[in-house]
């Protein structure tokens, strides 16, 4: 099974920056987009940015100008760059992917149709 995994979170002060990274340990993305998500503690999930297939970027009015969404093809690994952070950005980021997608591991492919996601990385930022 293809499973997400997502780093980089941690506690930082506002107006400071963190890097996630989302990427499947022993799998190779076959053109696959992603999108990030966030949840805040007693809140409803919120789209935060996505990256499609062709490398289009689009982001939620409350980031744009703040967070920027990448992919690193060598590595198979999406990042969020998230600078000016501000406590409301405070919440469990969680990557998922763009469906269909598929990833390979050797000789071994797996297509979904609901999408992938990640277990998610706390990021918490203090006033």
């Known amino acids: 099974q293809v499973h997400l995994v997502e780093s980089g979170g941690g506690s930082v002060q506002a107006g400071g920056a963190l890097r996630l990274s989302c990427r499947a340990p022993?799998?190779?993305?076959?053109?696959?987009?992603m999108d990030w998500y966030r949840q805040a503690a007693g809140k409803q999930r919120e789209w935060v940015s996505s990256?499609?297939?062709?490398?289009?970027?689009t982001y939620a009015d409350s980031v744009k100008g703040r967070f920027t969404i990448s992919k690193d093809k060598a590595k198979d690994t999406v990042y969020l760059q998230m600078n000016s952070l501000k406590p409301e950005d405070t919440a469990m980021y969680s990557c998922k992917t763009r469906n269909p997608c598929k990833y390979c591991s050797g000789d071994v492919c797996y297509t979904n149709s609901v999408g992938y996601w990640g277990q998610g990385t706390q990021v918490t930022v203090s006033s």
């Open positions: 990256i499609s297939t062709e490398g289009t970027t």
């Open positions: 022993g799998f190779t993305s076959v053109n696959c987009g």
